[in-house]
């Protein structure tokens, strides 16, 4: 009889591999897809997979473009004759300027028939005292092109324990797969971030917080003995700024001189009334204590110039000037 363990590694396969069809856990066979969506007009990875192998390794990601709706996954048309498979994925190399950048690719490969002959195999059954193990099996996004532009998504024939067939993943490690486009979507490290102790990039709360709800005003006056703070400076791409989450890239940072972080927390507690803009910022600073502790301290160093105080009482929305923002220059 399957053990629990095994039944769990049978289920967490079969959601990874997604498509139509599903796993039958007592059978331990994923159900058979129905056919897959074909779709006119294949143009490029970047257009259909924006966000095909993307890297989660940061507090705040920069969003990726707004892609097309995905397009049903399931077994080739008898009546589709793929002439190319394309491979959307993410890779890691160093950055230009030091640490490291994901990069995201687009190969394809035009000898498809062991492939092909491959993604049309029956899923396997077990015999019910198969042993599979617990690693999830994230397949790779990957295209079918007939000679028309028409494109889908095969469905990934799979082992008892839900994984693609080894038939599968021989013939994808088979093609002699050319890389067509590469393209930075973003980095992994920054060294100068690293060094001061700022993230490589930051979401502008100001503009998320201004957009989903309005916060309250500042509260009094905060206490110029408040503990040592770091500054973080990013800047927001053109293409970035005014969407539902601007993502910045680091500028510049360090702990905040004791005399101007006297200046910045008597800005950051006046109550002058907030003005009414619409300006998304180019480039904006993050202040956070050292020690980890106390609010968090968000400011726009132009467009609207607004700054947001978030603490565990909530959030309050005040308005700075262009003194403030020179204030918080490079240190």
């Known amino acids: 009889m399957r053990s629990s363990r095994t039944a769990l590694a049978v289920a967490l396969l079969g959601m990874a591999l997604g498509g139509c069809g599903g796993t039958d856990i007592e059978s331990g066979v994923a159900t058979e897809p129905g056919p897959a969506q074909i779709v006119e007009g294949w143009t490029s990875c970047a257009t ?12 705040t990601t920069r969003p990726s473009a707004s892609a097309v709706p995905e397009p049903t996954i399931g077994r080739i048309d008898p009546a589709f004759a793929p002439v190319a498979a394309v491979l959307c ?5 160093p950055g230009a300027g030091g640490g490291q950048e994901q990069i995201a690719t687009e190969r394809r490969a035009q000898e498809i028939a062991p492939l092909l002959a491959a993604l049309r195999l029956p899923n396997e059954k077990g015999d019910g005292e198969v042993a599979c193990t617990l690693d999830m099996v994230i397949p790779p996004w990957l295209a079918l092109v007939d000679d028309r532009g028409r494109w889908l998504r095969p469905y990934l024939p799979t082992d008892p324990c839900g994984k693609p067939r080894a038939e599968v993943t021989a013939a994808l490690a088979g093609p002699q797969w050319t890389t067509v486009d590469t393209r930075t979507v973003g980095r992994l490290g920054n060294p100068a971030a690293d060094a001061v102790g700022c993230a490589p990039q930051w979401s502008d709360m100001v503009w998320v917080r201004t957009r989903t709800g309005r916060p309250a005003p500042p509260g009094p006056v905060a206490a110029p003995a408040a503990g040592p703070l770091r500054l973080c400076v ?8 005014g969407g539902g989450k601007p993502a910045g890239d680091f500028v510049y940072g360090g702990q905040l001189p004791a005399e101007r972080q006297a200046g910045v927390l008597r800005a950051l507690g006046n109550r002058r009334a ?3 803009c619409a300006t998304p910022a180019s480039r904006f600073a993050v202040l956070r204590p050292l020690d980890g502790g106390g609010p968090e301290r968000y400011v726009e160093l132009d467009g609207c110039h607004r700054f947001l105080v978030e603490s565990t009482d909530g959030a309050q929305l005040g308005q700075g000037d262009a003194t403030l923002s020179r204030l918080l220059g490079p240190i």
């Open 48 to 59: 259909a997979a924006p966000r095909a192998g993307e890297l989660i390794t940061a507090p």
């Open 234 to 241: 990013y800047q927001v791409p053109p293409s970035e700024q």
């Open 274 to 276: 907030v003005v009414d």
């Open 89 to 93: 994925g993410r890779e890691i190399r």
